[in-house]
């Protein structure tokens, strides 16, 4: 039978590290009667931390999915007269910036987001990485401030935080009652009453008490505040708002909500402690009533790749097929997964569809609804669902399936480039071939991971997007591929650029008896366009100097130049190459002439094109007791670092600064020792930047010193 799309959500759980997402969706999977027994994330028993990684280490490496049913509304815990089941495809996202990439491709097929907060650390950097990647894919979003039961906690400070720091209208539609160690109940400031949970059953239920009365004040000053910003909103209300704010009903005030929550107008805040079982209910019930549907968002945009005119595609099971492959996973059981969105139509097992990256037909032999690392067979799955598919033989993250006779690609992903590298090799012959399977298996699954062999060393080089992502890479090479590797010291992942524009003439010239080779090429050589990647490549030449033919090669010349930069062998991101003139020999010239002209070319240009090495640069954040801050800062100035500020949080002082990548291994170590252990840090890729030619000269001489 099928399910009534305006009763599914497709959401996320994201946040800062330790911020509460796995406890948050265990509590939620155990009210929804999906799990029996509550796994806790530091007994390493969680459900959606499966990972043995993530169970050692207490934190969440890989988005996993999962679906379950909740019935809304009820009143005290059962199920009102007008209640329906809800069905809920959740994916709980990791936390640590290293696998950011996790949050992006989760972020680009979710309708809503649960956006948690700790109720003591507030708004913390990864918490604005995600916002803003939430932000780029328009994802609604409700906010839920955790941890409401520790010591420090302010649920309105985080509101005003998020406010402040995330340029949001965060709105409280609920304030606590009792804090810290006395957090007890809430009030709900839509209804206007006060709930406090029941100990001994989790929280399933709660008694309806009187607003105490040392908070009718600020209840009433809340609840006014709340109906103001949705009068605001919604001008039908405004009249009614101006004559008389109590006039205004509790399903206006819903439906008004719903509707700012949808135009990412207004984010409700809500609070409660997901690890003492309360206010996970109440935050399922406002998922039910203000994140949208799949019905909500009225169709998706693509461009048929026949035509390259842009298509739309309803949310219905009577349009054509089409879905996004947003993640792909090696499980040892059922071989290769492909985790995919249905945006449209229907999906039958063992059916055929279209891959339009590759132009090729794919069969989809079973379709599987996932929960965390098990899979639920599945006969067909429609419009609206988020489900795994096997069979294929060439699906990547990002590619679009759609219906053969209706192709359609949809908007893919960008990731960012890998920052840090390190050179491994297998412990013994027998491990070569493995390797080398095992790493294209890992990168098929993780856009930020890549493998490459440098040319010069011959080593394997493995770059991702920080040292525990390579931490994990080789433990995970270890344990499911069983190939032990040596490896290197980390490494950072240079790049080159060019910095000004330069003309240059290249004359590749080889006489070896017979038929020679010869190409004649004149250029400008310049940084691309801004928001321009990769490269820019604009032919300019009148008349025939350069037959039309080979000008494919000279664009594919200095493209491939672009893999290996003119300094130290770097690639170089972007650049604009624009062809003004040059000559043939009607015998000597040919399309390899041409090719190795541009290569020539782009590396004897690069002096006068003042190329130079590019570094990652991060944005680190450090909290730190007030009197370790002057070596804490000292410290980061010694590390080339830039304040960027200081502030207060929680009783600490927060240091926040950019610092080049290659400064900082070894840091945490460092850390630790200037503040007794009290000290705590986190790090993510801000950009890239030149290097002070000290520093570019030691980084060439490195590299020429491998070449030698």
């Given amino acids: 039978m099928a399910r009534d799309l305006k009763l599914t959500r497709n959401i996320g759980i994201a946040a800062h ?14 009210y929804t009667g999906v799990s029996h027994k509550i796994g806790e994330v530091h007994d390493g028993a969680s459900t959606m931390d499966w990972m043995e990684q ?18 809304f509304p009820k009143e005290n815990g059962e199920p009102t007269a007008e209640a329906k089941d809800y069905h809920f495809n959740i994916i709980d996202t990791p936390g640590h910036v290293d696998f950011t990439v996790e949050v992006n491709r989760s972020l680009r097929v979710l309708d809503g987001l649960v956006f948690l907060f700790s109720a003591v650390d507030g708004v913390e950097p990864q918490s604005e990485t995600n916002w803003r990647l939430a932000d780029n894919y328009k994802v609604p979003r409700i906010g839920f401030v955790n941890k409401m039961d520790r010591q420090g906690s302010n649920f309105l400070d985080v509101c005003q935080q998020v406010k402040d720091m995330l340029k949001s209208n965060a709105v409280p539609i609920v304030l606590n009652i009792g804090e810290e160690e006395d957090f007890r109940g809430i009030v709900d400031l839509v209804k206007n009453r006060a709930v406090v949970w029941h100990d001994e059953n989790f929280g399933a239920t709660f008694d309806v008490v009187d607003i105490p009365e040392s908070m009718k004040e600020e209840v009433r000053k809340y609840r006014a505040l709340l109906i103001e910003e949705v009068a605001s909103y919604d001008e039908n209300l405004l009249e009614k708002f101006m ?72 949310p219905s099971v009577h349009e054509p097929f089409a879905a996004l492959a947003f993640k792909i996973a090696t499980d040892p059981f059922v071989g290769r997964l492909a985790f995919f969105r249905v945006y449209s139509g229907r999906l039958d097992a063992g059916s055929y569809i279209l891959n339009n990256r590759s132009g090729k037909k794919e069969r989809i032999s079973r379709i599987y609804q996932m929960h965390s690392n098990k899979q639920i067979a599945l006969d067909f799955i429609e419009a609206g669902d988020i489900g795994a598919a096997v069979g294929f033989k060439d699906i990547k993250t990002g590619d679009t399936m759609s219906d053969e006779k209706h192709p359609i690609v949809l908007e893919s992903m960008d990731f960012p480039d890998p920052v840090i ?10 491990d070569v071939d493995k390797l080398g399977m095992a790493l294209s298996k890992l990168a098929e699954e993780d856009p930020t991971f890549t493998a490459r062999t440098d040319e010069s060393s011959g080593q394997t080089i493995i770059s991702g997007m920080g040292e525990l992502h390579l931490d994990i890479i080789v433990d995970r090479l270890r344990r499911e591929f ?3 590797v040596n490896q290197g010291q980390p490494q950072v992942e240079y790049k080159e650029a060019i910095t000004r524009a330069a003309d240059h003439r290249e004359v590749y010239k080889k006489q070896s008896g017979g038929r020679g080779k010869f190409a004649d090429i004149v250029f400008t050589i310049e940084p691309a366009d801004e928001g321009v990647t990769g490269l820019q490549f604009v032919s300019a030449i009148k008349g025939g100097n350069v037959p039309k033919e080979f000008i494919p090669s000279i664009e594919k010349g200095f493209k491939m130049a672009m893999v290996n930069g003119p300094l130290a062998g770097y690639e170089v991101d972007s650049m604009k190459v624009t062809l003004k003139d040059g000559s043939y020999h009607d015998v000597d010239s040919d399309q390899l002439s041409f090719e190795l002209a541009a290569k020539l070319g782009f590396k004897n240009s690069a002096k006068a ?23 804490i800062v000292g410290d980061l100035n010694r590390r080339r670092g830039q304040m960027t500020s200081m502030g207060d949080r929680a009783g600490a002082k927060t240091v926040k600064a950019t610092v080049p990548l290659s400064e900082m291994f070894g840091y945490v170590t460092t850390l630790r ?33 491998i070449e030698a």
């Fill in 673 to 705: 020792t200037l503040s007794s252990g009290r000290a705590t840090s986190t790090m993510e890729f801000s950009h890239y930047a030149e290097t002070p030619s000290n520093i570019s000269e030691e980084v060439i001489k490195a590299a020429k010193g």
């Fill in 609 to 631: 094109a003042k190329a130079v090495i590019m570094e990652p640069i991060m944005k680190i954040e450090v909290i730190t007791p007030e009197e370790n801050m002057g070596d």
């Fill in 421 to 430: 590298g390190i050179a491994v090799e297998p412990k013994t012959k027998a």
């Fill in 482 to 484: 069983k190939v032990e």
């Fill in 54 to 71: 993530e169970a050692e280490r207490g934190i969440t490496i890989t988005s996993a999915a999962t679906t379950c049913d909740w019935t």
């Fill in 243 to 314: 004559e008389d704010e109590n006039s205004i009903t509790e399903d206006e005030v819903h439906a008004a909500l719903r509707a700012a929550v949808m135009d990412m107008a207004i984010i409700p805040m809500v609070c409660g402690s997901s690890f003492k079982n309360k206010g996970v209910q109440f935050l399922l019930d406002a998922v039910c009533r203000y994140l949208p549907s799949p019905m909500d968002r009225e169709s998706v945009i693509g461009v048929n790749p026949d035509t390259d005119k842009e298509e739309r595609r309803k």
């Fill in 17 to 30: 590290i330790d911020a509460g997402k796995t406890t948050t969706t265990e509590r939620i999977l155990f």
